[in-house]
């Protein structure tokens, strides 16, 4: 069981080369994705474990404008730092970048450009969470897709345990991807520093996986058919997700991860330090969403 608290990272770097001539003057997680900017989502998604110390992995040309719009997470009740990532070499190389801000803890380590949503994504990050904290495992989470092909895919034993993660296999073995949310206990970076460049040359994640899962230290979660999960990543599917959480929105009249409200539901700040921010927002229709989740709370 760790003694130490889970941590947060969001890798946020890389060129986003499909979404050009966009990420020219932005890195694509801090394009809009709806009404707010596409890094809100994974943020908030920690924010709603209560987790408080968050590190952002950035482009060196993108830190300052990340920075200017996140600040240092007082405001969501949390800390957070930034870093850099010169090259975009893998993901599993975000986790040797942030080797020194875990220091030994246990992280939840999610991509920038995923958008996690659905009824159960509360109770199965929680799932992770115990896992992780308690049974010292890695957990990585499945999502049945139509094109397996294009990303990680998960095969299952006979029990339902992990049986291999092939990434972007030519004959997948199961419609199950791997999505870019992920726990890892606190001797993660260690398995990142042992991972070679693939024939894609990069430092794959699936390599840290195989690492956990040799060792019997692998657990997935499958999510089931009321989840959705956004891959951001291309400008059809911007759009697509964009219009997916405008119906949501517009249905509820509530906001999707909006981290102001996320970091008041879950405790991180009272209503009285969020009502005192709301003045400072220039947008009325912002202003008003929050003062009404605060009234009505």
């Known amino acids: ?41 994974p943020l908030s998604l920690l924010l709603l474990q209560k987790i408080r110390d968050i590190l952002f992995i950035t482009n060196p040309e993108d830190l300052e404008a990340m920075q200017k719009l996140l600040g240092n997470g007082e405001q969501f009740g949390a800390k957070f ?22 220091g030994g803890s246990p992280v939840c380590f999610l991509l920038g450009d995923n958008i996690l949503f659905g009824q159960d994504v509360r109770q199965a990050m929680s799932d992770a969470r115990s896992f992780v904290l308690d049974r010292n495992s890695a957990v990585i989470f499945g999502y049945r897709v139509s094109d397996p092909q294009n990303f990680g895919v998960i095969s299952f034993n006979a029990d339902m345990t992990v049986a291999e993660i092939v990434e972007k296999p030519a004959t997948p073995k199961s419609n199950w991807a791997s999505i870019g949310v992920y726990f890892f206990p606190g001797d993660v970076a260690e398995y990142a ?12 994640i699936t390599e840290v996986h195989r690492q956990y899962n040799a060792e019997g230290r692998l657990c997935a979660i499958r999510l089931g058919r009321g989840t959705a999960w956004l891959d951001t990543g291309t400008p ?56 009404k989740v605060v009234d009505e709370s």
């Open 1 to 41: 069981m760790s003694e130490l608290p889970l941590k947060g990272v969001v890798l946020a770097g890389g060129r986003g080369t499909r979404l050009y001539p966009s990420t020219l003057v932005a890195c694509k997680q801090l394009l809009p994705v709806f009404d707010k900017p596409m890094i809100h989502y």
């Open 193 to 204: 520093s042992k991972v070679m460049p693939s024939s894609r040359n990069e430092l794959e």
């Open 236 to 291: 059809e599917a911007i759009m697509e997700a964009g219009n997916f959480l405008h119906a949501i929105e517009k249905r509820q009249g509530l906001k999707v991860y909006c981290p102001e409200e996320v970091a008041f539901r879950s405790g991180l700040i009272s209503g009285a330090e969020l009502k005192r921010r709301i003045p400072a927002i220039p947008s009325a229709n912002y202003r008003d969403y929050l003062t």
């Open 81 to 102: 730092s930034y870093t850099t990532q010169e090259e975009p070499k893998g993901i599993a190389e975000g986790l040797t970048l942030a080797s020194d801000f875990l």
